[in-house]
T-cell receptor, first 110, second 117 residues
Framework: EDQVTQSPEALRLQEGESSSLNCSYTVSGLRGLFWYRQDPGKGPEFLFT???AGEEKEKERLKATLTKKESFLHITAPKPEDSATYLCAVQPNTGNQFYFGTGTSLTVIP | DAMVIQNPRYQVTQFGKPVTLSCSQTLNHNVMYWYQQKSSQAPKLLFHYYDKDFNNEADTPDNFQSRRPNTSFCFLDIRSPGLGDAAMYLCATSRERGAIESNQPQHFGDGTRLSIL
C-alpha cells in the first residue's frame, strides 16, 4: 500500500537554527516526490519536485534531497517567515493520484 | 496570473442541506482534483477528472459527487452534509498524464472551508 509518513509532526526553531524535516515513503514505483508549503487558511504552494534517488533541489534557504526510501527538506538559517506546514506528497507510477503526508508544522521564533 | 480559484472561501450550511463548492482554473490543465483536508491531517483525495474521465477513490462516500462541465470548471456537490464533513476542501489541477509530463506538480486553490450547523 502506498504510504507517506512525515516527521516530526511539529518543530520549533530559533531564528538561524538549521534543521531537517523527514518524509518517508512506500510506493510501488515512484513517479515523483513533491514538497509543498502550506500557510494557515491557504492551499499548498509548490516548492520542489524530485524524481530519482540522489537528486537535490535548492531554493533560497531550502534544500530537498531524495533517497529510495525518504526525502529530507533541509532548512538553513531559517527566518520567522519560513513558519508554515510543510507537506510531502508522492505520485506512484500508475494513475494520477498524489498521496500526502500529514505534514510538519514549523515555527521559527525570532 | 494563471491560477486555481475556489469559491466561496467560507461556506456554512445546515446539517443535511445540499451544498456545492466550485473551482475554476485558467491554467488549461487536463486534470482536476478534489481533496478534503481536516485539521492537522493530510489532504485526502476524493476524486479527480482527467479531461471528462471521472475517477472516484474507493473510500469516497456516496454523499460526495462531482461535475466537470468544461475544462475550466469543476464542482463538488455534497448531497446531505453531516457534521463529519466539516473540513477544508481543496481543488487542484495538473497538466497532463503522459509518461514524460506526468511529474508535473499540482497547483492548488486556497480552498473552501465548510462548516456544518
Amino acid at each position: 500500500e502506498d504510504q507517506v509518513t512525515q516527521s516530526p509532526e511539529a518543530l520549533r526553531l530559533q531564528e538561524g537554527e538549521s534543521s531537517s524535516l523527514n518524509c518517508s515513503y512506500t510506493v510501488s514505483g515512484l513517479r515523483g516526490l513533491f514538497w509543498y508549503r502550506q500557510d494557515p487558511g491557504k492551499g499548498p504552494e509548490f516548492l520542489f519536485t524530485l524524481y530519482s534517488a540522489g537528486e537535490e533541489k535548492e531554493k533560497e534557504r531550502l534544500k530537498a534531497t531524495l533517497t529510495k526510501k525518504e526525502s529530507f527538506l533541509h532548512i538553513t538559517a531559517p527566518k520567522p517567515e519560513d513558519s508554515a506546514t510543510y507537506l510531502c506528497a508522492v505520485q506512484p507510477n500508475t494513475g494520477n493520484q498524489f498521496y500526502f503526508g500529514t505534514g510538519t508544522s514549523l515555527t521559527v521564533i525570532p | 496570473d494563471a491560477m486555481v480559484i475556489q469559491n466561496p472561501r467560507y461556506q456554512v450550511t445546515q446539517f443535511g442541506k445540499p451544498v456545492t463548492l466550485s473551482c475554476s482554473q485558467t491554467l488549461n490543465h487536463n486534470v482536476m482534483y478534489w481533496y478534503q483536508q481536516k485539521s492537522s491531517q493530510a489532504p485526502k483525495l476524493l476524486f479527480h477528472y482527467y479531461d471528462k474521465d471521472f475517477n472516484n477513490e474507493a473510500d469516497t462516500p456516496d454523499n460526495f459527487q462531482s461535475r466537470r462541465p468544461n475544462t475550466s470548471f469543476c464542482f463538488l456537490d455534497i448531497r446531505s452534509p453531516g457534521l463529519g464533513d466539516a473540513a477544508m476542501y481543496l481543488c487542484a489541477t495538473s497538466r497532463e498524464r503522459g509518461a514524460i509530463e506526468s511529474n508535473q506538480p499540482q497547483h492548488f486553490g486556497d480552498g473552501t472551508r465548510l462548516s456544518i450547523l
